[in-house]
T-cell receptor, first 114, second 114 residues
Framework: GNSVTQMEGPVTLSEEAFLTINCTYTATGYPSLFWYVQYPGEGLQLLLKATKADDKGSNKGFEATYRKETTSFHLEKGSVQVSDSAVYFCALFIGSGNTGKLIFGQGTTLQVKP | KAGVTQTPRYLIKTRGQQVTLSCSPISGHRSVSWYQQTPGQGLQFLFEYFSETQRNKGNFPGRFSGRQFSNSRSEMNVSTLELGDSALYLC?????????????FGEGSRLTVL
């Protein structure tokens, strides 16, 4: 079946450190891949996406590249800030029309310390 | 532009009761999806509505139901509440059906079942 696996958290970093959150997926067909972020007390927000192999999604200094050969979509940021502290969800969307739905990973909590 | 609005934000119920949650999508969005978020199971898809019709459904028992009105507002209902139904219920809207995974989430309704 279709599924998403993320590295377990929490991930604790100091400000300005480099961030990597690993995400791998299993899917039949060719999914679109997403990273959503959930700040404390809020709903999820779309952070970035990639719709086909080798696409790179980027936003707010975060990047992720759709790697079909390794079925991965790792999230990276060169220099994290305290305000990046949140839960990050990797997700895939497969299907279209009335058969499509988002499948989320378990989420990875990021804590950035000053 | 107003975001997705969910009411109530917090509620406490006892086992056996029923609950109704409401979601107002972003103006112009015609699709509404519901997700259950728990620490153990993460984010799980409940159902999606488009043009007042349920288009997609997750693996939840029949106690979980929903509907969508002509103005795209949606409600979900859980009957005969169980302790395990305690969760954050997230509503998300999108322009079209599924919108290829780009969803706009509300802040959620946190349900506690005692």
């Amino acid at each position: 079946g279709n599924s998403v696996t993320q590295m377990e958290g929490p991930v604790t970093l100091s400000e300005e450190a480099f961030l990597t959150i690993n995400c791998t997926y299993t899917a039949t067909g060719y999914p679109s891949l997403f990273w959503y972020v959930q700040y404390p007390g809020e709903g999820l927000q779309l952070l970035l996406k990639a719709t086909k192999a080798d696409d790179k999604g980027s936003n707010k200094g975060f990047e992720a590249t759709y790697r079909k050969e390794t079925t991965s979509f790792h999230l990276e940021k060169g220099s994290v800030q305290v305000s990046d502290s949140a839960v990050y969800f990797c997700a895939l969307f497969i299907g279209s029309g009335n058969t499509g739905k988002l499948i989320f990973g378990q989420g990875t909590t990021l804590q950035v310390k000053p | 532009k107003a975001g997705v609005t969910q009411t109530p934000r917090y509620l406490i119920k006892t086992r056996g009761q029923q609950v109704t949650l409401s979601c107002s999508p972003i103006s112009g969005h015609r699709s509404v999806s519901w997700y259950q978020q728990t620490p153990g199971q993460g984010l799980q898809f409940l159902f999606e509505y488009f043009s007042e019709t349920q288009r997609n459904k997750g693996n939840f028992p029949g106690r979980f139901s929903g509907r969508q009105f002509s103005n795209s507002r949606s409600e979900m209902n859980v009957s005969t509440l169980e302790l395990g139904d305690s969760a954050l219920y997230l509503c998300a809207s999108s322009l079209g059906q599924g919108s290829d995974g780009e969803l706009f989430f509300g802040e959620g309704s946190r349900l506690t079942v005692l």
